[in-house]
């Protein structure tokens, strides 16, 4: 993966030549701010663009050091396996990190999905049915392991949870 | 999905602090305050709580039955309440497993360790009797005896290393890389792995393979996997497209993409075919031209109708000589043998072209089940049911899409998707009216009747146009007209099945919008299947035809080149066909709708449409694989040129697609209808001529042969005339090609093994249905527990 790691590198230090150095071998402690991560071609249009920064950065704030960058970039690949990606997703999708996609995580899943065109009453019918259809032990919320039964049904999950670098 | 409703507790502000402190590492310091607390309790309470339990108990199923009621109040315990027992049964709570997993770096270092260390314990799979309904095992098998959760986050890393040491390394691969920790930790597991690999060595696993095999196995995939990553790594640079396909998903997404991905493949395939015929038919030939010189100079026009110059060269079968080439036994005539000169090989002419077809088409046959295979395996689910709604709103979103108007449009398409979902589940609620019922029946009906009289037509005039043309040719013949004229005439044909192709799948188009089907993905599968229709029984009566020769190719003396240059034709033709549609259906479309109707709406990229005409244009190539062995590389140009084409034409005139598309399962459908009608009739086609029918007398590889196969025949007797001890050739010829009990055999154990699939996947279905109903037990465990929790604190409290 010595060339996938060389781009990711490049691409890296383009957001901010002056900040990186080009010799990485004594660990400099180098962390780029989130505002320079959200500017990138591939993300600067995602609705979900900080919440995958701050799941991917250390310290959950969207500043993100190499290491960050490579992961991030590695599991929206097209090689990471189904699992990594359900995992991830399910901490993107989980806005107020409890790990369960509540009800208010999925009503601002679905509003940024839809732009706010939705009216609440859609939002509120469209969160209910996800709800029902997906939880499995009937605790009102989506667990990782429920999130992870719904993504093996879909098989178009692999295609569309990557971003082409 | 049970019909118990919801249980929601609230954290309260103290304990989510204590949680802060208590969770990172010390789960097992929960796990064991959890267990002292019940036993404690139930001691305490047993009596008490009998008849408490009891009369739950009879609740239960009270409660259970109605279905589809909102939240009982009696099981949100301390809704506006704070019951002071709460707070330590809630920090319990909080702590649970299936809370805390995907948390802290410890967590998941213990729940892989236990994963790894079951994949190690299991030697094979569990038996289906062993899971009956009563049984209520645990789903989560914690190890309690070596429990790393009370390890530090060093110590559970090195019990990991340790585990993952006794995988398998394909196995260990590929733990380490659905691992979902960050970059730094996976490089601290490495470099532990390392240290405790380094000092044992190479020293064979207790629980591996016994066999010297299975451990090769291991380092071959291993060593291979390498090996492709290296080659995946290197492919970036290498590959021509990716920038384009970059921008093309970016604008249009996934399911526009797996159009060009789809070109790619055919592209590949037509490479590989083309490389192997290259190097082992037309190379050669070139390099030995026959005696027969090419009488007609080069006009233009044979790019177009492929006769004149083309006819005698490199091109159709006419060419090949069957002879062998550079054989020594012909070279001298004296006797004498020169041992200066270089050692000529002969190479048997007719041998080689029928090996070499073979070949290709057994090795395309092969990857193509292949990718069918991976294909199949991606995109269909046992046991998938409703679900879509959930689905649509956690992978619609294509995270490909960057451009900031291609993202307002797929904002808009998923909430229109959203609302159409909503408005469905209502309508099922209420169904149609025995009218509306019946009108929809109708609607359907007529629409059926219509495209199927529409394909019988097209066939019954193509068929009535052959013999048309061919009585037109022979007077033309008769009269010694002209050269354009006799070469428009060839063109007639192509020209009005292209043309026929193109009106009818419009018109299918138009008959779907009318039809209004509910579901988007049906109206996209009852097209592919008219459309099919067409376009197989078209080319179906062709082959008739030509098979045949009563109308078609009928005076030549070289009916395989004039087949051959039929089907030049036909792809020349099919290619200007869809330049022509692009060009009218998508760059004056947009035109008009733009300048005249001063409209912003741009046509959408027909992907099913145009993913048939590539199939059928791979069916013409595989059907004059035979009769043209360079018919690949005209397929090679034309997807190139096609590619660059439609990508422009792509990125001027369209828009992104507004239906759901689902990309995978429409790949595999695609790829399934490349398999079966298009190839499995090529190879029909190309078998039945191999084996019966006769070749042309004059020209060819096969001349004077009873049929093409009978060439093998030959050489075989020539190999036991040569060389006796070769008996094992024509036995296997003998009893295995040409005997039907082995062909019967074959299909029988591939019908068997079709069976045991199946029954397979039945058997992973019931499993499913009794794991679900485990999951709801246990939910229903988990209510029962916490219910008795609280009961316990209250009497705690009320005793205190």
Known sequence: LRGLNDLLFYRYRDLAPQLVPLDYTDKPDVTLPYELIGSMPELKDNPFRQRIAEVFSEDGDGNMTLDDFLDMFSVLSEMAPRDLKAYYAFKIYDFNNDDYICKSDLEKTVNKLTRNELTPEEVRLVCEKVIYEADLDNDGKLSLEDFQHMIIRAPDFLSTFHIRI | MSQLPPITLHISEDTGSDNQELSPDN?????????????????????????????????????????????????????GEQHPGDSTTLRILASMPSRTIGRSRGAIISQYYNRTARLRRRRSRPSLQQLSRTARPSLRQYDLESDPARATLQDKRSLLAKELLSLSPSQRSHMLLSLPLCLAEKRALWR??????????????????????????????????????????????????????KQISGRFGSSVLSYFLFLKTLLMFNVFSLLILLVFVVALQAAYPPAKANQQPFAGFELLTGAGYFTH?????????????????????SGSVAHSAPPRLPYNMPLAYLFTVGVSFFATCILLVYSMYRSFGESYRVGSSAGDLAIKVFCAWDFKVVQRRSVKLQC???????????????SRSCPLSLCQRLGRVAVLLLAWVLSL?????????????????????????????????REGILLVLPLTVSLLNTLMSHLYNLLAICERQDSPA???????CRNLLLKMLVLGLLCYHWLSRRVVCSDEECWETCVGQDLYRFMVMDFVFTLLDTIFGELVFRLISEKRLKRKQRPEFDIARNVLELIYGQTLTWLGVLFAPLLPAVQVLK??????????????????????WQASRMSTV???????????????????????????????????????????????????KSSPNITWLTWIQQYLVENTFFLFFVSGVLLAMTYCHIQVVKGQRRIICLLKEQIANEGEDKIFLIEKLHCIYQQKEERA
């Open chain 2, 522 to 528: 049906v109206e996209v599968y009852v097209a592919i």
């Open chain 2, 639 to 660: 997807l190139l040129l096609l590619f660059y084409i439609k990508k422009t034409s792509l990125m001027q005139n369209c828009q992104a697609p507004s239906k759901p």
């Open chain 2, 313 to 333: 060269s490199l091109l159709y079968y006419g060419y090949y000589s069957n002879i062998t080439l550079n054989d020594p036994s012909a070279s001298s005539l």
């Open chain 2, 192 to 245: 532990e792995l390392d240290e405790q690999r380094s000092p044992l060595g190479l020293r064979p696993h207790p629980t591996a393979a016994p066999s010297p095999c299975g451990w090769c196995k291991d380092y071959i995939t291993l060593g291979c996997r390498h090996l492709w990553y290296r080659l995946l790594a290197l492919l970036p640079a290498a590959q021509p497209w990716h920038y384009a396909l």
């Open chain 2, 453 to 485: 009289g529409t394909v019988l037509g097209c066939v019954v005039a193509v068929h009535y146009l052959l013999e048309h043309m061919h009585v037109v040719q022979q007077e033309h013949r008769a009269l010694a007209g002209s050269t354009w004229q």
């Open chain 2, 670 to 720: 695609f790829i399934t209808l490349l398999c079966f009608p298009s190839f499995l009739g090529a190879a029909v086609f190309i078998s039945y001529i191999i084996w019966s029918v006769k070749p042309s007398e004059t020209c060819g590889p096969f001349q004077g042969l009873e049929t093409i196969y009978k060439s093998v025949n030959v050489w075989a007797k020539l190999m036991e």
């Open chain 2, 27 to 79: 789960e097992g310091a929960m796990h064991t305050s959890f267990r002292e607390l019940i036993q404690e309790q139930s001691i305490l309470a047993e009596a008490s709580t009998e008849l408490e339990l009891q009369e739950r108990g009879r609740g239960h199923p009270a409660h259970l039955a109605p279905p589809d009621t909102s939240a009982f109040a009696w099981l949100e315990p301390g809704q």
């Open chain 2, 412 to 426: 808009e398409n998923i909430c229109t998707q959203l609302k159409e979902l909503l408005a469905e589940r209502r």
